[in-house]
């Protein structure tokens, strides 16, 4: 089977890219030169470099990856929303008159707000509610845009992914924060007394994900997460694998409590 990865040299890209490559011809595109063998150079952005790759290049799934992240200082700049829905809008147009395919959409529990609660896939969208609301907009954009917009050829799956992490992660990630502390001092804090709840996914178990669904003729929206998970669980997890008998959690009462939860009937009943 014929794979590309959009976004290949981000961390999940990165791995998927080599989980699949063991059993299927896989090629990847992103704006960083990676040096992987299939991989090259692309700006989504470019409207005519986009069309071109695809008009000399047919794949039986796509994988897609590619989308401007938020940061602390980009959260509310609108040009984060306008950059991908121009990413979004030259995939659909250099997608127009493909052939048979399955493109499966990396979206994000952005999507939802970000409140206290357990969300379904067809519970009410409001990322106003979330720091990373112009992000969570942009991706329930791509859901809605590709569902409406690609030909009846392409089979369209759209997960909305939670807190991915794993070796490779960026170090401004919790567990990256944690273990940092650890090593450091011996010690973990935990702010709003690690009561916040998230839904979080090791990478390995993603990539899996992701090769069921390749070999599944299913579509859809699918919230994906292994569990929901509290920091100070979270770091009790860290400690026990990198700890010691020494290890000590410090609650520090103030910071962010939310309950926030995925429901994962859906993907787990598949």
Do not use: W
Not at 74 to 103: G, M, P, R, S, V
Not at 108 to 115: D, G, H, L, Q, T
Not at 198 to 225: D, H, K, R
Not at 229 to 253: F, L, M, Q, W
Request: glycine content about 6%.
């Amino acid at each position: 089977m014929k794979i590309l990865i959009t976004g290949v040299s981000g961390f999940v890209g990165k791995n998927v890219f080599k989980h699949l490559s063991a059993t299927h011809e896989v090629y990847g595109v992103s704006r960083t030169d990676l040096g992987y063998k299939n991989c090259q150079t692309l700006d989504f952005l470019n409207t005519l470099d986009v069309q071109q790759y695809f008009k000399e290049n047919q794949f039986d799934v796509i994988v897609n990856l590619v989308s401007r992240m938020a940061s602390v200082e980009t959260a509310k700049d609108i040009t984060l929303f306008t950059d991908n829905l121009k990413i979004q809008t030259n995939i659909i147009k250099a997608l127009e008159n493909y052939n048979k395919c399955t493109f499966i959409n990396f979206s994000s529990s952005a999507v939802y707000p970000n409140i206290d609660g357990e969300f379904l896939e067809g519970s009410t969208i409001d990322p106003s509610f979330n720091s990373d609301c112009l992000y969570g907009l942009a991706k329930f954009n791509s859901e809605i845009l590709f569902k409406f917009l690609f030909n009846e050829n392409i089979k369209l799956v759209n997960l909305r992914v939670g807190y991915v992490h794993g070796e490779g992660m960026n170090n401004t990630r919790i567990h990256k924060v944690f273990e940092k502390e650890l090593e450091e001092s011996n010690t973990i804090s935990v702010y709003g007394n690690g009561e916040r709840i998230i839904p979080q996914i090791s990478i390995t178990s993603l990539v899996n994900t992701v090769s069921s669904f390749i070999e599944s003729p299913i579509e859809g929206v699918y919230n994906v997460a292994d569990e929901n998970i509290s920091v100070y669980d979270i770091a009790k997890n860290i400690i026990k694998i990198k700890g010691n008998s020494s290890s000590e959690i410090i609650r520090v009462d103030k910071g962010n409590t939310t309950k926030f939860q995925l429901n994962l009937d859906k993907i787990n009943s598949i």
